[in-house]
């Protein structure tokens, strides 16, 4: 077993919320520094950066996951995680087509970004990536589910976008083994608060939106990773979120 600090919620410059600092390279050598070992990237309802992204994080020895933040019809947002970067990519193909035909204003909204390996730019979404997709909850997570997805609800303990907020709970139907808090400090009330939840485990992981936000090495898991590699680390990361 060896541990390994993560944050498994973090935006790129593709996110038109997501500060144009927010490159690929940017965030790998951001995560380096603080020394996480796992990072995720979830831009809103895409992972066009993610190609680039895992080109990024093997240059700084930080192991990949590919993700998307989903905005389901209530506007609830979902981080969807997945074992393979293929299945990420089909899933991003799928939920283009959810998206409403709204066009981006980067003058309000912010650029969309798509960038290669080496932070160059190599195109922009035009559809507003921050739009909620037309998949009620409960579809959205089963739809995520079919693509090999590990599925938790965000950030719980905000008012913005959280399921709390939104729906006044967390409904076991669900069927979540893993809840996100964005300030770990919320977990005991919450959970005095919400017994839907008290089974669930917990990630405490930042949503960054700028490199400053990107997580310090304060929350781990210990993983089994002999023999090494990144991908026997991704593989056993997502048997933990699984609950095998």
């Known amino acids: 077993m060896n541990r390994y600090y993560y944050d498994l919620h973090i935006h790129s410059c593709l996110s038109p919320c997501g500060d144009d600092d927010m490159t690929p390279n940017n965030i790998a050598g951001m995560a380096a520094l603080n020394g996480l070992g796992i990072v995720a990237l979830t831009d809103h309802n895409t992972a066009k950066n993610c190609p680039a992204f895992f080109e990024a994080c093997k240059r700084c020895g930080v192991i990949p996951v590919a993700g998307i933040e989903l905005s389901t019809a209530e506007d609830i947002h979902l981080v969807c995680l997945f074992p393979e970067l293929e299945a990420a990519m089909e899933f991003d193909k799928v939920i283009d087509g959810h998206l409403p035909d709204i066009k981006n204003k980067p003058d309000i909204f912010g650029r969309q970004q798509i960038l290669d390996g080496e932070d160059n730019e190599i ?33 719980i303990d905000r008012t913005s976008n959280g399921m709390i907020a939104i729906l ?26 919400y017994p839907s939840i008290r089974d669930c485990s917990v990630i405490v992981s930042s949503d960054a939106h700028h490199l400053w ?32």
Do not use: C
């Open 123 to 155: 195109g922009e979404v035009d559809k507003l990536l921050i739009a909620a997709t037309d998949l009620w909850t409960q579809d959205a997570i089963a739809l995520a589910r079919e693509y090999g997805a590990h599925v938790r609800p965000a950030h």
């Open 168 to 193: 006044g709970d967390v409904p076991r139907e669900y069927g979540f083994n893993f809840v996100e808090f964005n300030d770990g400090a919320n977990k005991e009330s919450y959970f005095a608060d």
């Open 213 to 244: 936000d990107i997580n310090e090495a304060v929350n781990y898991f210990d993983i089994h990773d002999e023999p090494y590699s990144s991908a026997k680390v991704r593989r056993e990361l997502f048997k933990m979120l699984s609950g095998e």
